[in-house]
């Protein structure tokens, strides 16, 4: 069972119309697997673990509906 993560929810990105900020879960080797997008990173690191060692955390942002991440974005500070 996967964490849910309330994407939805996520601050919307200001530079992108229907895409979302927060935390990734994304197997970052080929097959590249991007699983979903989480509102903090303990959550997502939770998920993260709970798939395996191929899977990362990134912050990035993501247009909802879709596999489709962009990562390399720096995380709010606080």
């Known amino acids: 069972m996967?964490?849910?993560?309330l994407a939805k929810?996520?601050?919307a990105d200001p530079g992108?119309?229907?895409w979302v900020l927060?935390?990734?879960?994304?197997?970052d080797r080929h097959p590249w697997h991007f699983v979903d997008v989480y509102a903090d990173r303990q959550t997502?690191?939770?998920e993260a673990q709970r798939?395996?060692?191929?899977?990362?955390v990134e912050y990035g942002s993501h247009r909802l509906g879709s596999?489709?991440?962009v990562c390399g974005?720096?995380?709010?500070e606080g």
């Open 2 to 5: 996967s964490i849910r993560s």
């Open 9 to 11: 929810n996520l601050p």
């Open 16 to 18: 992108n119309e229907g």
């Open 22 to 27: 927060g935390w990734g879960v994304l197997r």
């Open 44 to 46: 997502a690191v939770a």
């Open 51 to 56: 798939r395996g060692d191929e899977y990362v």
């Open 67 to 69: 596999s489709e991440f």
């Open 73 to 76: 974005i720096n995380p709010p």
